[in-house]
């Protein structure tokens, strides 16, 4: 007799691994010593084939004393990535041309490592479509006042009064500590033409935030934008927490004017393929920490001939703490959101934002800042407002503290290019991770006869995972269809998905009534 057998199987509350691949693309700096040319791409899947990379020889120059070095192996046995590593001296050596290249590297993610970004990686990611471009700013980067003179994002400015400089929203200056909210001073005022200084001038600091003075020496600086300055530099005489948009065309003047032109010289044109996260930050995670050298010399007088001798002994010491760029914090944090998430979930806000390794950051950012840095073309109806490129800031939010508080790529948004998915960077994420898999099944079926089993055949292979995407709250929902080729030799299909964005914003009216059956 016939038999029918039925089973019952419940995968619920399980997370399904996912389809796509989360290789990240490494530069290592070459560490001092190190002859060994070895600018090839290798991948590597654990710790072991690091060390076999780099070799036996050259090992102790890498080990605890090259950050990216650190990074990778910390990359590789905490965060569970494959890696595409190579091992240079600078970014103009990697070999961007063979990035490209879809048939030899799958890759998620690209970052920068140690080196000051180049534009390199977002056309990189650009070019290949499948993959996103991870910058922050160089660990030399000043969290300071940029030199109005010159524009040139990070640099201090040394005037002969002090050094003017910004932190938790106050303005203070070497010479005369801490500056009062309001008041006048008179001393030499910087010419906002020429940058030099003349003496017997007034000067008054002042903009949307607080006013302050304060006595300054003779600097090279003039006034910044909307400010009248005595030679601090870009900021003009004791100015607090000063405008947040810097306007298309000016010098920087603030903090968020210095990020944002650091990051625009990077980035280029691709920012549809790139992320920008800032402040770095720094972690007390022993295996994170470099070493490095300490000279010790001693000096020796021999009694009998009183001739002096002087030694120079250079030991390894360990940092108790270690600046991490902040790009890498994001990838700490999606390793770790993965484990329980889907990875086309933002990894941003309370849930999926906290980086495990953080212990500070850099530089605190202030509410106000964090809104400059976060450019969006409409808010809740304030259409045009703070327009540009988004950054996603690494920030102290009650009572999460230090999180990941943005899900933008660099897209810039304006009047002419409004908000759309691609702004967004799981969505980003998570249109390359389809794109990697129709390139999968294309390469699959090359050479298969075009008709319609090979039709099938494709939609089978590309579908699983567009369900995966539906029932995980990736996709709302999509359709597949077949279009007409304009060429022999061709099968041509179409994908239109709705994606599910991630909430930013929250609208809520409080109404009070003295009859409910009147609300609609």
């Known amino acids: 007799m016939p038999k029918i057998k039925i089973t019952e199987t419940d995968k619920t509350g399980k997370i399904q691994s996912s389809q796509i691949s989360n290789t990240v693309f490494v530069p290592i700096k070459k560490a001092s010593g190190d002859s ?64 490209k290249d879809k048939s030899l590297y799958d890759i998620r993610f690209i970052t920068i490592g140690e080196f000051e970004g180049v534009s390199d990686a977002a056309a990189t990611a650009s070019a290949r479509g499948d993959c996103v471009a991870l910058y922050n700013l160089p660990l030399n980067f000043t969290y300071s006042l940029t030199d109005a003179s010159t524009g040139s994002g990070g640099s201090n400015v040394t005037p002969a009064g002090g050094v003017a400089t910004i932190a938790d929203d106050e303005n203070t200056e070497a010479g005369d500590p801490t500056l009062p909210e309001t008041g006048d ?33 003779s600097g090279e600086g003039g006034t910044g934008s909307g400010e009248s300055g005595s030679g601090t530099g870009d900021s003009g005489n004791g100015s607090g927490e000063a405008n947040k948009d810097t306007p298309t065309g000016t010098t920087p003047t603030t903090i968020v004017g210095s990020i944002q032109a650091k990051f625009n010289s990077m980035v280029g044109s691709n920012g549809e393929y790139a992320a920008c996260f800032a402040p770095n930050f720094w972690t ?22 009183k001739r002096t001798t002087t030694t120079t002994t250079v030991t390894y010491e360990k940092n108790s703490k270690q600046q991490i760029p902040a790009a890498f914090g994001y990838l700490l944090a999606y390793a770790n959101a993965i484990k329980n998430n889907p990875e086309w979930y933002a990894i941003a806000g309370f849930e999926r934002g906290i980086i495990p390794e953080l212990s500070d950051v850099l530089y605190d950012l202030s509410s106000a800042e964090m809104d400059a840095l976060q450019c969006r073309a409409a808010v809740l109806g304030d259409e045009g407002d703070n327009v540009g490129a988004a950054i996603n800031p690494i920030a102290n939010i009650r009572p999460a503290g230090y999180i990941i508080y943005g899900n933008r790529t660099y897209r810039t948004n304006d009047a002419a290019k409004k908000t759309i998915a691609q702004s967004f960077l799981n969505i980003r994420n998570m249109l390359s991770a389809i794109k990697k898999k129709f390139y999968d099944a294309s390469r699959k079926f090359t050479f298969e006869p075009n008709n319609e089993l090979l039709w099938i055949r494709f939609q089978n292979y590309v579908t699983p995972y567009l369900e995966q995407l539906v029932n995980g709250n990736g996709l709302l929902g999509y359709k597949l269809v077949k279009v007409k080729p304009d060429a022999k030799a061709r099968l041509h299909c179409r994908l239109v998905a709705i994606p599910i964005e991630a909430v930013e914003d929250f609208e809520i009216d409080v109404i009070l009534v003295d009859d409910l059956s009147l609300v609609e």
């Open 36 to 99: 060994t040319a070895r600018a090839e791409f290798m991948h590597v899947k654990s710790v072991t084939d690091l060390e076999n990379y780099i070799g036996t020889t050259a090992l102790d120059l890498y080990k605890n004393r090259v950050l990216s070095y650190n990074l990778c192996t910390y990359l590789l046995s905490s965060a569970n990535l494959d890696l595409i590593v190579t091992v240079v001296n600078d970014a103009a050596s990697i070999n961007w041309t063979a990035l």
């Open 185 to 217: 001073s008179s001393g030499e005022t910087g010419d906002p033409e020429s940058g030099e200084s003349t003496e017997g001038g007034t000067g008054t600091g002042s903009d949307e935030g607080e006013s302050g003075a304060g006595e300054s020496g």
């Open 284 to 305: 007390t995670v022993t295996t994170l920490c470099i070493e490095e050298p300490k000279d010790t010399t001693v000096t020796k007088t021999n009694a009998r001939n």
